[in-house]
């Protein structure tokens, strides 16, 4: 169903493993949107749709689930509406760590919930 050798060379050419970074290339060739689902268990919770084709897409300002009509933005919070392949938790030490390091910013654990992050091919 999928070209693997093209999606393998895709990806050899957009990671930097050393860097330790998702490429802001990288990005807009594969993630389709980027979808907040709110506080779900008491983490908050996102859902990253890949678009594995390679064709470049805008992410910007797409998919507040608070702009759509109830139908529609509850539609968005069912898994069952997705093809999830990978779910993941990031702690708070996670954050934290992001915060301090990467961000450089002030870690203020009121600000943060851990993060669970799910991902889904179109």
Known sequence: MFD??????RLDTYID?????????MIDMFVERVIYRGVVNGNDEFLWVMNLSG????????YRIRG????YADS???DRNFN???RMLIPLEECKRYC???????YKK???KPITLKIAIL
Do not use: C
């Open 4 to 9: 693997m050798q093209a999606i393998r060379e």
């Open 17 to 25: 493993l050393k860097g330790h970074k998702v490429s802001e290339e």
């Open 55 to 62: 064709d470049t897409t805008d992410t910007s300002a797409k």
């Open 68 to 71: 759509y009509d109830k139908a």
């Open 76 to 78: 968005l919070k069912d």
């Open 84 to 86: 999830i392949v990978a």
């Open 100 to 106: 301090e390091e990467e961000a450089h910013r002030m």
């Open 110 to 112: 009121n600000n943060w």
